[in-house]
């Protein structure tokens, strides 16, 4: 049980941190405030989604916590309301592509 929550635990602190450079960048772009931390976030974010495509659109640490608990909760391995675990990555992969706009948009009509 130690080992599941320590997995849940891990595995929600780097959601808090991918959660807010998803943000990072939409608000970058929404208020033209393009700087070197949009592009770290943008990075992250690339680096995150070529993990998941790597993994078949499931996070490794989802794989570790299964070793723990057989739960069909979508929220199992991560501290997360049900809904938003299971809707996370639609959810996220929104924002993220909606920001990616605005600072296209904001690069290509730049003065």
């Known amino acids: 049980m130690k080992s599941l929550f320590a997995v849940k635990l891990v595995h929600t602190i780097i959601w808090v941190v991918m959660a807010c450079a998803t943000f990072y960048i939409?608000?970058?772009?929404?208020?033209n405030q393009i700087t070197f931390l949009t592009w770290i976030a943008t990075a992250l974010i690339?680096?995150?989604?070529?993990?998941?495509?790597?993994?078949?659109w499931s996070c490794p640490?989802?794989?570790?916590?299964?070793?723990?608990?057989?739960?069909?909760?979508?929220?199992?391995?991560?501290?997360l309301p049900n809904w938003l675990a299971k809707y996370n990555k639609a959810i996220f992969t929104t924002i993220f592509i909606a920001g990616l706009l605005l600072i296209i948009i904001r690069k290509l009509t730049a003065d």
């Open 61 to 79: 640490l989802t794989g570790v916590a299964r070793k723990y608990s057989v739960s069909t909760k979508e929220n199992f391995d991560i501290f």
């Open 46 to 56: 690339v680096g995150e989604g070529i993990v998941l495509l790597f993994y078949k």
């Open 26 to 31: 939409f608000f970058s772009g929404l208020l």
